[in-house]
């Protein structure tokens, strides 16, 4: 399957209402961006398999209880766990990769836990906090939190704190909102960014410019992404698809508060290019 083929799935599933999105299938078909032949029903068929194997014989334990099971299936029997030797690797971001190779990064290995869990009936959800992601489940009215990345273990407010201290650097005073679950969109977006900000940092600009054509079919008017979509076609040496990125970025985002530097590279590369011509 081509890269146009593979954007053109992922369009289609994100332009439903919010709340059909289906996560684990939208994130697969980030995956196939990557991976052209990738089989995105064998991998939900291997979420499936995860379920069936952490799934508790039925009536014999409550929902706390199955959510424990799920722990210890996920994370001391399968051995999913966080990649801390290598956290910017991109296959950290692809979902797929995170299932062949049991490592991820916390926005992932939240991804399969809620998953799993939501086929076995537990009311899981994602919550980004600052510079880190963990994941929410509801039972019996009370809000449990774990800490995928670090194997499932259960957090307290003060220990999301001190998770949130050394992602970000220091301190940061956690209000309810934080702890708000984000909707499908805003999870993919963070996936994505991940993945953007691993591919830049390697300047593999194809890559970025394909995560960017990803983030704009999610929410057209991230306004950031026109203007670096426009860096990356430069970068790569494509400066008239770039400059046509930056073009419609000043367009439509007349009040960016950069929009004065971008306009003077705009300039700058146009100039540029009338010498050669």
């Not at 014989?57 to 722990?71: F, V």
């Not at 939240?110 to 039972?139: K, N, Q, W, Y």
């Not at 890559?207 to 992404?225: F, G, K, T």
Request: proline share 4%; with cysteine; charged share 30%.
């Amino acid at each position: 399957m081509g890269e146009d083929q593979a954007l053109v799935d992922f369009a289609r599933e994100v332009t439903r209402p919010d709340v059909e999105i289906r996560l684990a299938r939208a994130a697969l078909l980030i995956g196939r961006g990557a991976y052209p032949d990738l089989d995105v029903e064998a991998y939900l068929d291997r979420l499936g398999a995860l379920e069936r194997r952490a799934r508790l014989a039925s009536g014999t334990a409550d929902p706390l209880c199955q959510l424990h099971r799920l722990r210890e299936c996920l994370f001391e029997e399968e051995g999913f766990a966080g990649n801390t030797e290598d956290y910017g690797d991109p296959r950290n971001s692809y979902l797929n990769d995170v299932l062949d190779r049991r490592l991820g990064i916390p926005i992932t290995l939240s991804l399969v836990l809620i998953d799993v869990g939501r086929r076995l009936g537990l009311e899981m959800e994602g919550i980004g906090l600052p510079g880190h992601f963990i994941t929410g489940a509801r039972i019996g009215g009370e809000h449990i939190l774990l800490d995928p990345f670090n194997r499932g273990t259960i957090l307290t407010a003060e220990g999301c704190a001190e998770v949130v201290a050394r992602a970000v650097g220091r301190r940061v005073d956690l209000v309810p909102d934080h702890f708000r679950p984000v909707t499908n969109r805003q999870y993919l977006a963070r996936m994505l960014m991940n993945l953007k900000g691993s591919y830049w940092r390697r300047e593999a600009w194809d890559r970025v410019i394909a995560v960017s054509d990803r983030l704009l079919a999610l929410s057209p008017e991230a306004a950031s992404e026109w203007r670096d979509r426009g860096i990356a076609w430069s970068k790569q040496g494509d400066v008239a698809r770039g400059l046509a990125d930056w073009e419609r970025y000043l367009r439509d985002f007349p009040d960016a508060p950069d929009r004065e530097q971008v306009r003077g590279e705009l300039r700058r590369v146009r100039h540029q290019l009338a010498r050669l011509n």
